[in-house]
């Protein structure tokens, strides 16, 4: 498996933790050189000094992906320093939950922009380098939300929107060797949702065991099987899966 993306430019965004930073390892290991963006500056410190101390060749920047220009400019930044942008993984979310009667505007939005916005704007920097190369990975990470969620009206309608912007991408960009695919996780131990586990009042271990026992192969996700689906869809022999949303939940979702 080493060596698979030796020679590529890969780009993540919120990249410093959780299926972020999985998919960055992911990248790194099988040689990559990968660039990431997070709003988190110590989380990204630290993640950027440990693949350093690993010997991989990494470029992090504090940016936040609702902001067009930030984005462009560390895109930019990533493309001068390793040459090109072969992949890019619009990764960066954040859950604002609660349900419709209690959801405020700031929750709708702030859910809206960094899902939605935030992987439009990086959709659009990337592709510019891509179909100059005529090559390129594009992979929208949406969620089995994407179907419907208590509490998460916000969420899933960003998810699911995100999967037919990738559908979207997938007609437009083919035909310049520039593939579009979406990874759908279901229940991931990360940071996020243990967040989740704080806000339902209820001990992480015990959320990890409710989701457990609906999950048909009997154990939670973690940040690496997320980043196993997309390198499937990163791999240049991928090249004619295009516009498919692949859900990575230990068991079928409809």
């Known amino acids: 498996m080493a060596g698979r993306f030796s020679g590529r430019v890969a780009f993540v965004t919120g990249g410093s933790r959780g299926i972020g930073k999985g998919i960055v390892e992911r990248f790194a290991e099988e040689g990559a050189k990968v660039a990431f963006i997070d709003l988190n500056e110590e989380a990204l410190s630290a993640t950027t000094n440990e693949l350093r101390e690993k010997g991989y060749e990494v470029f992090s920047k504090v940016a936040n992906v609702v902001d067009a220009e930030q984005v462009e400019a560390a895109i930019k930044e990533a493309y001068e320093a390793f040459g090109s942008i072969d992949i890019l993984v619009n990764n960066a979310g954040v859950i604002r939950d609660n349900l419709l009667f209690k959801m405020t505007d700031s929750d709708w939005q702030t859910v809206m922009d960094v899902h939605l916005k935030g992987s439009f704007n990086a959709a659009r920097a990337a592709q510019k380098y891509m179909v100059e190369n005529k090559y390129g990975r594009i992979i929208n990470i949406s969620s089995t939300s994407a179907l419907g969620n208590r509490g998460q009206a916000n969420y899933a309608a960003a998810k699911a929107g995100l999967q037919g912007f990738t559908k979207t991408l997938a007609i437009e960009l083919g035909r310049y060797g520039i593939t579009a695919n979406s990874v759908a996780p279901g229940f991931i131990e990360t940071e996020m949702t243990k967040e989740t586990a704080d806000r339902i009042g209820v001990p992480f271990e015990q959320l990890i065991q409710h989701s457990v026992a ?36 230990g068991g079928p979702k409809n």
């Open 214 to 249: 609906s999950i048909p192969v009997g154990r939670s996700g973690k940040p690496a099987d997320i980043a196993n689906a997309v390198a499937f869809f990163a791999d240049e022999q991928s090249s004619f899966v295009n516009g498919q949303v692949i859900y990575v939940a």
